[in-house]
């Protein structure tokens, strides 16, 4: 089924979701929304200072503002000093690394692992989001 992201309301998104879902907590959505769009090209909807649907081929996750988890003892574990994102890493399969990696540093954000051929039969770089998720772009060798 088809959705209109941009329309959807809370309700019906939330019965949609199926399988692993992922989440990210922002101080700023409008500021993670633009960097996922301009360094890797990946589509933001619903976008609002508290929330934005991302998505990348069939997979969708979300971006909430820490305002927005106000009763959720999730925030309580967010680190004072960056980066927040440390531990995670989230693969962006079948983005260019070298070409995200070029957009990446146009932009000022910092490339912490540039784009290499992988044993495991990938190309692969790593750039941080600017409160330091740390994104994956990869494509197959060869």
Not at 102 to 109: I, K, Y
Not at 111 to 132: F, N
């Amino acid at each position: 089924m088809l959705m209109n992201y941009e329309t959807i309301s809370a309700d019906d998104f939330g019965r949609s979701l199926t399988g692993l879902g992922v989440n990210l907590l922002t101080r700023d959505v409008r500021g993670l929304a633009a960097f996922l769009t301009d360094v890797f090209g990946l589509t933001a909807h619903h976008l609002s200072d508290d929330f934005a649907i991302v998505i990348h081929g069939d997979a969708i996750f979300q971006l909430h503002s820490d305002a927005t988890y106000h009763g959720n003892p999730l925030p309580q574990l967010i680190p004072e000093n960056p980066p927040r994102g440390g531990g995670i890493q989230l693969y962006l399969f079948g983005i260019d690394p070298d070409e995200a990696v070029t957009r990446a540093e146009a932009g000022c954000h910092m490339a912490i692992e540039q784009p290499a051929d992988k044993p495991h039969g990938l190309r692969e770089a790593t750039i941080l989001s600017p409160e330091g998720y740390a994104f994956t772009p990869a494509v197959h060798c060869g």
